[in-house]
Structure formats: structure tokens, C-alpha cells
């Protein structure tokens, strides 16, 4: 099996589908066994903002002896999980919070009955972080995975995947206009509007949650070096709450937690959002910046990011910098440098492992 993405679907008219492709309200779009034919590939392009992914899986000759590892957790999960978020970022109450909270412990005992090494996010994320209860899902779903590869306990873990799942709460007090995805920020003002949902969420919380969740809401945009943050075309700092300056809050100081829900933040909103100014960038891309940013901005969370999520999930087709093409197969314990089957070329056929010497100089160099 392999995924593709659906924007590229026109390469693979007559192949079959191999899973099921959801709406994002759950109803089965495209049923597993049919045959992709040049109207379903129109009407997958044409209706692709109400798909649940970006990706679709199918079946092909030179994939058949690749196993995904795309259903740690299931979609329906997800979609209850989005359901019960977007209810309490909407409207906050101790009785949501805690519906919010049995789904993080749902997502952390996933996550714990399939202990994979490396995973990929192409159909671990639903599609549309620019829709805030998704970005918010997809934010706790790789905080659990980098909290758990952390050494986090169970408590700890609840705490931190809830933190996550409400960490844009503020959200709700900020003018609308703001959250529109074709806005386009012009002002100075338009910024400090929107750096005010970190306190307006810690105020909306504060006495109704635990210490280390409405930490995580509080200082999840607080960079490791304030005065690196200062961005002159707006003549402000993009750390903030300002204030904090990454110092003590209730005592304690930004930790591994809160820099492992800022570093996955990023992450989905770079790789996963969609706007009328703005494209999605890769996950290689995304990672490069957050290993480039880590002393300035992530702090030791980037680390968790780039040792178990990799940028080439399995099934895909990437290209290799000799112009090569190959679909990932498995994965190394180096995330960035898989097992491929090559689909092109003298070695077409064979299996390469990336980490073996012979293949130190082959690089991918694009991928979905």
C-alpha cells in the first residue's frame, strides 16, 4: 500500500483504494475496494476542504509489501475528540474539561498499546489546522507522542495532552476578524490582539485546573530567548505573554512540558495549515526550522520532534537527490534516513536502507 496525496491523484487513475477516506463529520467518502477513476479524482480535488486528509491509501504493484503504520489512532476517536475539544473552546466548564480530559486518556492508552519507535503524521492528523478545534486535536496527539518518548507518567501525560488540547482556549476572546484564515496581519495592533489568548485562556482556567495545563495555555508561546523573538516589520516581540519573559510563573520556569506543546504547535501549524496568503510547508521543512530555532525559541521539546517524527511517513513516494524515485518502506531509528524500495533507475527493485555506508550520499530531497 502506499499514500498519496489527493492533489496528486491524477497519476494513479485505476488503482484501488485501500482504506476507507472519511468526511470530516465521519461519513465514509470514498469506500476501500473502489476503483480510482478520473470523476472521483474530480470529486475528491473538488471537495477536498470536507475531507478528514490531505492523503488517500491505495493499492499498487510496487507497494504491496510495505505496511503502514497510519492507525495508532483511530479516526473515530479523533472525530469524538474534535467534537467534545471544540465544545469546550467555545464554552469552558469544569464538565467539558473533564469529557476532554477522558479523550487525552483515550489518546495516551493508543498511544501506549502501539509503541512505535517512529511515526509519521499523514493520517495521524485529521486535515484542516486552520480549523482551531483540529489544530488543537493534532497538537495534543503529537504532545502525547513526545511527552510519552520524554518519560512522562500517566498523570503527568493527562495533564500535559489536556493542556494541549486547550492551549488556544483564549481564542475565544479574541476579535474574530483575527481568526478569519484569510486575514492577512497588517498592523502592529492586529498582533497584539492576538498575543493577548495565552493570559485571556490562564484567566479563563486559573482556578478551575490543574498547575501544569493551564501552564502549558499560559506560556506556550514564551521562546527561550525574549530579545531573539523582536520582529521589526511589527516592532513587537513574538514571545509572549511579554511579561514572563520566560520567568518564574507559579514558581517554576517554561519547562520540557510547555516546550514540547510549543514545539508541536508549530509543527501542525506549519505542516497542516491551509490559508488564502499562505501554503502548508513540508515536514522536512517545519523540522528544519525547529531544529534551526531550538536554543532561540523551543527549547529541548524540539528534540522529541525531530527523533520520532519523521518527515517520510511509509507508502510514500520520495525523491532522492541522484533524481531517483523510491516509496519508503520502514523505519530506522534515524527518522530522516529510512528503509526505501527504489522505483526507478539501475537498482529499481531493491531494497536500500539509508543508514548503511553505501548510502551515506543519497538524500531525499522531496517528499508529501
Known sequence: MRIVRISDLDNYIGKEVAKPLRLKDGRIYVNSNIRITKGSVNALQRNIDNLAHRFITIHTDDSEDIDLYDDIIGDELKFEAREKIEATLKQFSSRRTERVKKIAN?????????PNTIYGTNMLFLAGGEDHAVHSLNVAILSAIMAIKAGYNKNELEKIVLGAALHDIGMAKIDKRLLDINYTYKKKEDYLEMQKHPLEGYNLVKNKINVLSKRIILMHHVWEDFNASYDSDMDTYMSYPHKLNNTLLDGQYKDLSISIVQTADVFEAMTNKETGYKSAKSKAEAMEY?????FVQFGAGADYLVDYITPYDTGTEVILNNREKAIVMRYTNLPQRPILKMLTGDDKGEIINLMDKKFL????????
Open 106 to 114: 483515550e489518546i495516551i492508552e493508543n498511544l501506549y498499546s502501539n
Open 290 to 294: 525547529i531544529r534551526s530555532m531550538k
Open 361 to 368: 550520499t543519497l538524500q531525499i530531497m522531496s517528499a508529501p
